[in-house]
């Protein structure tokens, strides 16, 4: 009674690891796996989007120098080289090139992001551009308008010089020298001026009669100036 076993236990010994094979535990494995695959794929087309708007932004930046400063190779004229009513003609097309440019650098982008990109490198600059752009332009307009207004002058001049004794040439003859003479008063944004205008009309009735006295002298007939 009460008399223990010790009966050996008869068997072959378990020479195998008992791992448990869940279906579950592998899928989760490749899921993870694949995920970082998926955002280094994203990251590293990111970062090419950032570098292909970088490097569009650098092409702009050297075609649109080349449009403005000239071509070395080429030796084309850039805009600002241009002066007086060249540089007025030249304008609307320059700022067209620039447009053109730029379209077309951003149109190569290959997705919305890349487009984006390129936009927000490149928009103070562009900005800075048409402001450069038309500031040249209205030094260029003003210089031509002064050339303009001084020929105009010189023409009256000339009229009064060479045709002292017909009224009717002396008379075109002032008035170029007036209209010049105003213009030039319009141009220095001084038309308002009461004062202004009054002065540059006497400056231009005295100019006028001086050189209608200077060429009557010769011939005597000093007389017809002052009448």
């Known amino acids: 009674e009460g008399i223990p076993s010790n009966s050996p236990q008869v068997g072959v010994p378990d020479r195998y690891q008992h791992i ?21 794929a994203l ?17 702009f930046h050297e075609e649109s120098n080349k449009i ?10 850039g805009f600002y080289a241009l002066v007086g009513d060249e540089a007025l003609r030249a304008a609307p097309g320059v700022r067209k090139q620039l447009d053109a440019l730029h379209g077309r650098l951003r149109g190569g982008m290959l997705t919305g ?12 600059y562009k900005s800075a551009l048409d402001a450069e752009i038309g500031r040249h332009y209205a030094t260029q307009f003003k ?11 010189e023409n009256g001049l000339n009229l009064i010089r060479q045709h002292p004794d ?9 008035d170029l020298i007036m209209r010049g003479s105003i213009g030039k008063v319009q141009l220095a944004g ?15 009735r005295a100019a006028a009669a001086e050189a209608h006295i200077e060429a009557l002298i010769p011939a005597g007939k000093v007389g017809l100036a002052k009448s």
């Open 190 to 204: 001084n038309e308002g001026s009461g004062d202004i205008v009054r002065a540059a009309s006497d400056t231009a």
């Open 20 to 40: 448990p094979a869940v279906p579950d535990a592998f899928g989760a494995s490749i899921a993870e796996g694949t995920a970082r695959a998926g955002q280094g």
């Open 113 to 124: 992001d890349q487009q984006q990109s390129f936009g927000e490198r490149t928009f103070r």
């Open 43 to 59: 990251a590293a087309g990111k970062y090419f989007g950032q570098v292909a708007a970088q490097d569009a932004a650098n092409q």
């Open 143 to 153: 210089a031509y308008g002064n050339a303009t207004n001084d020929a105009t002058i």
């Open 68 to 77: 403005l400063y000239g071509d070395l190779e080429t030796v084309q004229k």
């Open 166 to 174: 017909d009224p009717e040439m002396v008379k075109q003859g002032q």
